[in-house]
Nanobody, 123 residues
Framework: VQLQASGGGLVQTGGSLRLSCTASKRTFSNNAVGWFRQAPGKEREFVATINWRGGDTYYTESVKGRFTISRDNAKNTVYLQMDSLKPEDTAVYYC?????????????????WGQGTLVTVSS
């Protein structure tokens, strides 16, 4: 599976962006998908995850109520809608496909990773 993350960019505080993660060469419709991010000088951290059907989602505390993960298996795409963005959301965002169908926040449970898309939130 090859994953392509897109949709990053520069936005002001309070703005919105929608990231997309599209799979090619093989579907990931049977796998959970997660979004992670890595800010400059920091370790990669979990952001959100969604199970294979889309009925189970989980978010890190700092983005709850602001970010929404969803998926369209017919399009082989997972989305991360990011609203009310803050400067501390600035990071490279990565999508990843899990080994299982169940949502998980553990990076070690993810098998395939996209190349990342940069999100910059200006104050």
């Amino acid at each position: 599976v090859q994953l392509q993350a897109s949709g990053g960019g520069l936005v002001q505080t309070g703005g919105s962006l929608r990231l997309s993660c599209t799979a090619s060469k093989r579907t990931f419709s049977n796998n959970a998908v997660g979004w992670f991010r890595q800010a400059p000088g920091k370790e990669r951290e979990f952001v959100a995850t969604i199970n294979w059907r889309g009925g189970d989602t989980y978010y890190t505390e700092s983005v709850k109520g602001r970010f929404t993960i969803s998926r369209d298996n017919a399009k082989n795409t997972v989305y991360l809608q990011m609203d009310s963005l803050k400067p501390e959301d600035t990071a490279v965002y990565y999508c990843a496909s899990a080994r299982s169908s169940s949502s998980t926040s553990q990076g070690s449970q993810y098998q395939y990773w996209g190349q990342g898309t940069l999100v910059t939130v200006s104050s």
